[in-house]
């Protein structure tokens, strides 16, 4: 509670311009983490649809791109038509070049001309149906829905513009976001009242919305064949070790009280 109540006036102060526990500017490791979450992506879109991930063709739309353009131009490299992007927060365009000139000589490939392809939109009211009419069929997340404000929202909101048959895989952090609390104590934040979270909160802050509430709001917007692949856990008697000291909303959860991340992939109907 203390470094949440010291962390809402900096973040109002500087803003959200951090989303990594690196800075962009540390390009190895920043081509590191890009590159991480395009296998990522690829190896939960197979395991979901049974066969290997195929970029070719595909038009794709990242919520919550974050800290640069590494992931986009991977993905128009590996063949992607069209790549969109979507952030309540002008973080990516600020990347210095040398990160992409990095990400070249590992990709091997010539990517002039990539980053100039993309279609980012920095938008604080975060309206995802302004990608309405380009004809989305892969919808792609990595870290960013727990950042949401109003996360039944953006799901309603992509339900509109993606093409029927098109995938959803995103993944969802549930931690603790502070940097050594995240080690000792990662379900820290489902510890405090909601009146007294929501004093606390700042823009970034961790929404704590759970598992179940994915699957129910995906159901009520429209998508099938949901799979919620738990990604990063604790062990189950770690899990419920800490249960008795949340509040009751979360205390009543069940096994997946234990997830600390996971994936969730859905087809649209």
């Known amino acids: 509670m203390f470094i949440l109540i010291l962390n809402k006036p900096r973040h109002a102060l500087q803003g959200y311009t951090r989303p990594r526990a690196f800075s962009v500017n540390e390009f190895d490791k920043a081509v590191d983490y890009d590159l991480e979450v395009?296998?990522?992506?690829?190896?939960?879109?197979?395991?979901?649809?049974?066969?290997g991930a195929d970029w070719k063709g595909h038009r794709v739309l990242e919520l919550g791109p974050g800290a640069d353009f590494g992931v986009g131009i991977t993905l128009l490299a590996s063949g992607a038509a069209s790549y969109h992007a979507l952030d309540a927060h002008l973080l990516a365009p600020t990347a210095p070049d040398?990160?992409?000139e990095v990400l070249a000589e590992r990709l091997n490939k010539n990517i002039a001309g990539f980053k100039n392809k993309i279609h980012y939109v920095y938008d604080k009211n975060f309206d995802v149906t302004q990608f309405r009419d380009v004809g989305i069929d892969l919808?792609?997340?990595n870290a960013a829905f727990e950042h949401f404000d109003d996360v039944e929202k953006t799901i309603k909101q992509m339900s509109e513009i993606v093409q029927p048959g098109g995938v959803l895989i995103a993944e969802v952090d549930l931690q603790t976001h502070s940097r050594w609390i995240r080690d000792a104590d990662p379900l820290n934040i489902y510890r405090y009242s909601e009146w007294l979270y929501r004093l606390l909160s700042f823009s970034g802050t961790p929404n704590r919305v759970r598992p179940a509430s994915y699957r129910q709001w995906l159901e009520k917007y429209g998508w099938n064949n949901i799979v919620i692949y738990p990604k990063l856990t604790i062990p189950k008697d770690a899990a419920e070790a800490v249960r008795d000291g949340l509040?009751?909303?979360f205390k009543k959860e069940g096994e997946s009280l234990g997830?600390?991340?996971?994936?969730?992939?859905?087809?649209?109907k």
């Open 98 to 100: 040398e990160l992409y």
């Open 139 to 141: 919808i792609m997340s």
């Open 247 to 249: 509040i009751k909303d």
């Open 38 to 51: 395009v296998r990522d992506w690829a190896f939960y879109w197979a395991k979901y649809q049974g066969v």
């Open 259 to 268: 997830w600390l991340s996971f994936v969730v992939c859905a087809a649209k």
